[in-house]
């Protein structure tokens, strides 16, 4: 390739691939001063110039002007550079060109060798730029292969990792199969970006409600807060932001079409979708579901609440190794007390607790016994009615 032909090719990279070409013109003139320094010695000033119009190379060593020269490969006397040029002070710098004979093969392969690094610099931060927009988002990935515990599955052009911590428990993973995944990190590394994405993040499941439920899509249902033990459970908070809208229907779809996407997507995942309210009482019922409730009493300034249930229904209520209460309390963000109606009669579980308005008063019956109200809305709200503890206490208020 003579010189004509390298400076057209350089304005090719530069249009098609994006890179300029002073940054590789600077780039193979470093290299070539080191090129030059192995010949002349590494102690040399030495410069390289390439002519940006014409392609030629020059090589150039750098003299100090001094009085009495004492570093004959650093320094010139003033006598010597006004030789070369009248106009020369003591200080400055004389260009002396050293252009070797085979300087042009050496320049040909430093080229050669800065282009393709330069291209694969661009590849690498064009695929950075490419996937960085991706981070926090949901993608479709293919599983590739096994590395000791982690999964690498392909995204695009590029493969990303799938660490154990990240892969929900007791899920398997075949060659070639379709799943979706969180980005969780985008790195640019010198060997290009490296991505990292998880199964178990609890982000996965709003962005996959985003995807399949067109009201959470567009805002108008809102997904306030998500519990999730991946593999096992997830509860999610809604509310709609028009009256109009029912945000727990619009989740659950006919007949449960739009989540049972996602929790076939999730390896059959059971997903709660509660209705969110700003009644930490109404909410903390809400969020014990599937069990009913009868009676809230929260504490605003310790962040708790002492929940009653029915008695055939405790166990429902706290769940499996105590699951339900454990993500109602994460979903809430209330430290969760529960106990059955007896035990709570037998305790006397609401006695310190402040009494309750007028309102919560009128939703109770006035009986001698424990008698709370059954629960007036649906399993899916698992909404409650409070129930008192006793005659005594109404009468008292």
Known sequence: MDRAEFIEALHLIEKEKGIDKEIIFEAIEASLVSACKKNFGSNQNIKVMIDRESGNVACYAQREVVEEVLDEQN??????????NPEYQIGDVVDLEVTPRDFGRVA????????VQKFREAEREILYNQYITKEREVVTAIVQRRERRNIIVQMGKIDAVLAANEQIP????????????YVLEVKQTPKGPQIYVSRTHPELVKRLFEQEVP???????EIKSIAREAGSRTKIAVYSKNENVDALGACVGQNGCRVNVIVNEL??????????????????????SPSKVVAVAINAAEQSAKVVVPDHQLSLAIGKEGQNARLSAKLTGWRIDIKSETQAKETN??????EMDEAEESTHQMDDEWNPLESETDAKAAESVEATDSQEQQEEA
């Open 75 to 84: 320094e010139i006397s003033l006598a010597a550079a006004r030789v070369l």
């Open 108 to 115: 040909a392969q430093t080229a050669k060798q800065v282009v």
């Open 170 to 181: 007791g899920e398997q993973y075949n060659f070639m199969e379709r799943l979706k995944v």
């Open 215 to 221: 009201e959470v899509h567009d805002g108008t249902v």
């Open 267 to 288: 390896g059959g995942e059971k997903i709660d979708v509660i209705n969110w309210s700003e009644d930490p009482k109404e909410f903390i019922a809400a969020a014990l």
């Open 349 to 354: 579980f609401l006695a310190e607790e402040p």
